[in-house]
């Protein structure tokens, strides 16, 4: 059973920056082999992808509309773990985020809170 562990959630200010990390385990091939994003959730709204990475296109990076360049999804295979870089945060980023797995089945962890308020 694969999981998923978040971390790096917390307060800042608008304007400022936050780094989320992921660790999966319980992988039953290497983790390349999965597709890995972050999705979010704010007050009263439905979950949303933030970022994904496109298979059809050589996995290149792709972003949801309100956090287009600001935030970079990233992977250290070695580690097993997928990182958010997340820059110039504003008070609408605020939610809970989601590390997602995807292989043959979808995996979900359990949230990190990201709160932006000055």
């Known amino acids: 059973q694969v999981q998923l562990v978040e971390s790096g959630g917390g307060l800042v200010q608008p304007g400022g920056s936050l780094t989320l990390a992921c660790v999966a385990s319980?992988?039953?091939?290497?983790?390349?082999?999965?597709?890995m994003a972050w999705y979010r959730q704010a007050p009263g709204k439905e979950r949303e992808m933030v970022a994904d990475?496109?298979?059809?296109?050589?996995?290149?990076?792709f972003y949801g509309g309100a956090v287009k360049g600001r935030f970079t999804i990233s992977k250290d295979n070695d580690k097993n773990t997928v990182y958010l870089q997340m820059n110039n945060l504003e008070p609408g980023d605020t939610g809970v985020y989601y590390c997602?797995?995807?292989?043959?089945?979808?995996?979900w962890g359990r949230g990190t809170q990201v709160t932006v308020s000055s």
């Open positions: 997602n797995a995807r292989r043959y089945g979808v995996w």
């Open positions: 319980g992988l039953t091939t290497t983790f390349d082999a999965y597709r």
């Open positions: 990475f496109d298979i059809v296109n050589r996995n290149r990076p």
